[in-house]
């Protein structure tokens, strides 16, 4: 009897102990999922690392790589050819490829070649030559690549160095930032668009630019002033942005070109897409990096223009700004931020149907088209190509944030495979020149490994943004949301306030964007909010007596009425 006792309590006790290790096992080792993200984040280091250490190769210290020939272009031939000290005089280059490649290098984990970059940057790059370089692109490309790397390589808790970093990509970056600055000295303080880095604006230089050219500079140059203590980089580009808000029209609306001498306009259409797309983006990034309020409203009245008068279904047009009538129907490449944008405004349910479209059209051709017509559903006769741009693989990162739905992760995946099946070659990352043939063209652009690498690593693991609040510049350099950049905390985040703005919403209908608050959180009578602009009828059955009776429509953020059959409707557009 004993030894039975004996002999049960030991199965139990052996059953119980290897139970216990095989739970314990199981915990331990890595489900389905979280293997598929493993296995996802490492095939897209390894395509970072065949685009970088092939330009490390073939390229550096030019600035691009040719990856079918495996030669270089100094690209920055439109950048203004910016050089490098200790190198032969006739060479032209300026590392652009490395520089954009910083940020990406230590999000990867790879501490040791970002010191080893920045050190080489440190001892070698010079701005003092005679180079007529784009305002804009120089901006995002390598002034903010320089202030990122220069805000990671000095954050202590990143271990970075050892002792042995002095501040030298901020004394890079404020050189450049001083040698932007004549380009604001305009009648209007709206920036030429070129400048020579030596001898500041050029004799008979064109006075033409675009939206996106002088209103997408407030975070490089803003950040520059905030880490030197010098107001004039963040004063200059704010300058900027404030007069051309107030070239807008009556309906909030931006053409796409306009002369920095006249403040006058010189084209009337424009969309979300190329010329003034970072425009909106750094109103409302903008503002969170700084806590600006006039950036917030100048996005919030932004925004709901862009609802109202491009947007049709999923699809967004451009149209004029004067009168809100389409002008293009067409898709382009750059468009497909937008919902990366809208997840900010917490309009996720908008940012979603539109990220959907954008990806059933990568799923036809395979990529993303530079130009796609949506009213003759066809290519662009010209615009085939696909330069290995970032913004669809930005706006899933965004989304998967937002919603954890596991499908954006298929996403990911299939743009994952589409690159690597049809631009990998021997020598790097190649461009698409014509999607319908997959015809292949020389060149790997330093944004696929400083943006579209990035955003598709930081899908399948976020491990970096764990630390800290970063927003991602329009180049995908990150910068760190500090409490002590801020103007002011706005009083819609502080928590004793949210009993106080739910009952003024309920008495004075207030959309969610007004209230800076997700619509998630933003409950109406127990009404659903479909959107950040969306303020529900009066009544579930859309009954009215008056105007005062209806909300405003969820899609097209227009007002709507009371019809004279006492309905509340979209009646002024029927």
């Not at 190769?57 to 100094?74: G, I, R």
């Not at 983006?281 to 990096?289: D, F, N, Q, T």
Request: glycine share 6%.
């Amino acid at each position: 009897m004993f030894r039975r006792q004996f002999s049960t309590w030991t199965f139990l006790l052996l059953f119980l102990f290897f139970f216990t290790l095989f739970t314990s096992s199981m915990s331990q080792s890595q489900s389905p999922f979280d293997a598929k993200k493993k296995r996802m984040r490492d095939k897209v280091r390894n395509m970072f690392y065949h685009a970088y250490d092939n330009y490390m190769t073939y390229a550096f210290p030019h600035d691009e790589l040719k990856p079918l020939s495996k030669t270089f272009t100094n690209s920055l031939s439109e950048l203004g050819n910016l050089k490098l000290e200790h190198l032969p005089q006739d060479y032209n280059g300026s590392a652009l490829t490395l520089i954009e490649s910083l940020s990406s290098l230590l999000i990867m984990g790879n501490n040791t070649e970002f010191e080893r970059a920045v050190l080489w940057l440190s001892e070698n790059l010079t701005f003092d030559v005679d180079a007529r370089i784009n305002l804009f692109e120089c901006n995002i490309r390598v002034l903010g690549g320089l202030v990122s790397a220069h805000l990671l390589a000095s954050d202590s808790s990143k271990g970075l160095f050892q002792g042995a970093y002095k501040n030298q990509l901020l004394v890079l970056a404020e050189d450049l930032g001083k040698r932007f600055l004549p380009a604001f000295n305009t009648p209007t303080g709206l920036p030429y668009a070129w400048i020579n880095l030596k001898s500041g604006v050029m004799e008979n230089e064109t006075t033409e630019t675009s939206t996106s050219g002088c209103g997408s500079l407030i975070l490089e140059m803003g950040a520059l002033s905030k880490l030197t203590g010098d107001p004039r980089y963040e004063l200059a580009a704010l300058r900027a942005l404030h007069k051309l808000w107030s070239m807008r029209s009556s309906l909030n609306l931006f053409g796409t070109t306009l002369d920095v001498a006249t403040g006058e306009w010189i084209e009337f259409s424009s969309g979300i897409g190329a010329g003034v797309d970072s425009f909106y983006e750094y109103l409302l990034k903008g503002h969170i990096l700084f806590g600006n309020e006039d950036l917030w409203r100048m996005f919030h009245s932004a925004y709901l223009a862009v609802q109202k008068y491009f947007r049709y279904g999923p699809w967004y047009h451009e149209a004029d700004m004067r009168t809100g009538r389409a002008t293009y129907w067409q898709l382009t490449s750059l468009q497909a931020f937008w919902p990366g944008l809208q997840v900010l405004t917490g309009d996720v349910i908008a940012a979603n149907s539109s990220h959907r479209e954008f990806f059933h059209v990568w799923q036809r051709f395979g990529v993303l088209p530079e130009r796609y017509l949506l009213d003759h559903q066809m290519l662009h006769p010209t615009e085939k190509y696909y330069p290995l741009r970032p913004e669809l693989a930005e706006s899933t990162f965004y989304l998967y944030q937002a919603t954890k739905d596991p499908w954006y992760l298929d996403v990911g995946e299939s743009i994952i495979n589409s690159l690597n099946s049809y631009t990998k070659v021997k020598g790097g990352f190649a461009s698409i020149k014509d999607v319908s043939t997959m015809q292949l063209e020389d060149h790997q652009h330093s944004f696929f490994l400083a943006e579209t690498c990035k955003y598709l690593y930081l899908l399948f693991d976020d491990s970096f943004l764990l630390e800290r609040n970063y927003i991602f510049t329009t180049e995908g350099h990150p910068l760190p949301v500090l409490s002590t950049w801020h103007e002011r905390l706005p009083e819609t985040y502080i928590p004793t306030n949210w009993t106080f703005m739910k009952r003024q919403q309920e008495a004075n209908r207030i959309s969610s964007m007004s209230l800076q608050v997700c619509p998630a959180m933003n409950l109406i009578s127990g009404h659903h909010i479909k959107s950040v602009c969306h303020i529900p009828d009066s009544r579930s059955d859309f009954r009215c007596m008056t105007d005062e009776d209806c909300g405003v429509d969820s899609t097209t953020c227009r007002r709507r009425s009371c019809s004279t059959a006492g309905y509340c409707g979209l009646w002024l557009l029927i």
